[in-house]
């Protein structure tokens, strides 16, 4: 960002330009430095234009826009269906999704309010995605004035999660637009697809919908970006996943773990205690299964799939005295039991249901940091418990 940053003291030296012309300049250098790793396709595209930092911010990135439109393009065809397909998206924004989305089908419907937003889409798409049409008014109002939702049609309707004042919102309803009031209108589409923040209630805005969706909860690198609700046909089944980047823009490996809130209620699974302590001993391993899979709330189902042990009903850390080849998640082997001193050690801190922060335990045991090895802090059983590993 320095180079901006100089760039922006020069004004001088471009005259020729008006005020207008040298923000949108600035903004263009920024935008494109900032969403380089983030959007790598548009990096590469000569004359994209790029909106402002927040808008840049917001958007999806590039994994995450070729995992929906991998989804939706996994969706079954009905039978019934004929003529050419439809997509629309109802809060367009930057354009990511539509744009990496548009490539299935015949004819698609950018729609967003902000006007400098649209005027930026139809910069971008007019070159690069040409059947893309892009209307500059409220989703309510484009669904009252266009006929393109039927039976051969996807909606995407990604709402906005702050208030007129800026205030974060965790309802469904209190989303702009509100989609639960809009659903009427749309239940004659083929396929409904919603992206959801995390921080939403999934189980209340199922609950509010009173549709059957499937819930995909979808991270990068085991930091969970977004929720995807799906519509299906039958009984809601949850997907969590886990996105890991290759060296091809175009590629990615994705770790996936998919259930039913019914298979985690009657699912059982063993629990640490006196009786199998073994499995904490030196050459065991520690597991932990990646965001997505903890978001989703499969605590016990994991280890009963996996074959593993809980250290604690509430600490969703596994053990077992074997490697589990494929698990969806981090793996350690333990390399010393019970911890008490950590002198001439060094190593990384994590901790899992501990009464101290890894910052606060640092400091008690007076350690650097060391990628080879992590000192995990959990209960095991019914005491709190510090284990020496090692990744595996």
Known sequence: MRVVEELALQRKRYPHLTDEE?????????GRARTRDKLPTFATIENWWYPVRLSCEQCSSELTARHKAKLIGNAAEPPQVR??????????????????????FDEVHYVDRNEELCRIARHNFSTYRPHIQVHNTHAEKFLLENKAIGKNCTVFIDPARRDQNGGKVFRLE??????????????????????????????AALRSLQMEFDVH????????????????????????????PTASPVAYEQ???????????????????????????????????????????????????????????????????????????????IVETNVKSAKDIAANIMTRNYPLTPEQLRKKLKIKDNDAYTIIGA??????TLLLCKKV
């Open 174 to 203: 209190d989303c702009e637009p509100n989609v639960v009031t809009l659903l009427p209108t749309l239940r004659q589409a083929r396929q409904i697809v919603l992206k959801l923040s995390p921080m939403l209630d999934i189980t």
């Open 255 to 333: 770790q996936d773990f998919v259930f039913t809130q019914e298979e985690e209620r009657l699912a059982c699974c063993a629990m640490y205690s006196h009786e199998n302590a073994h499995l904490a001993n030196i050459g065991g391993y520690v597991y932990e299964p990646n965001a997505a899979i903890i978001k989703a709330g499969a605590y016990k189902l994991v280890a009963n799939r996996y074959g593993l042990c809980k250290m604690a009903p509430h600490t969703h850390l596994y053990i077992a005295d074997h490697l589990v080849e494929g698990f969806p998640g981090r793996v350690w082997q």
């Open 83 to 104: 003529g050419k397909r439809v997509f629309v998206d109802l809060t367009g924004g930057y354009g990511v999704d539509t744009y990496f989305i548009s490539k299935l």
């Open 217 to 244: 909860i979808v991270a990068v690198k085991n930091e969970v970006k977004e929720v995807l609700l799906v519509q299906s046909i039958d009984s809601t089944k949850i997907h969590a996943t886990n996105l890991l």
């Open 22 to 30: 040298w923000r949108f300049m600035l903004q263009q250098i920024e």
């Open 379 to 384: 209960r095991l059983g019914d005491k709190p």
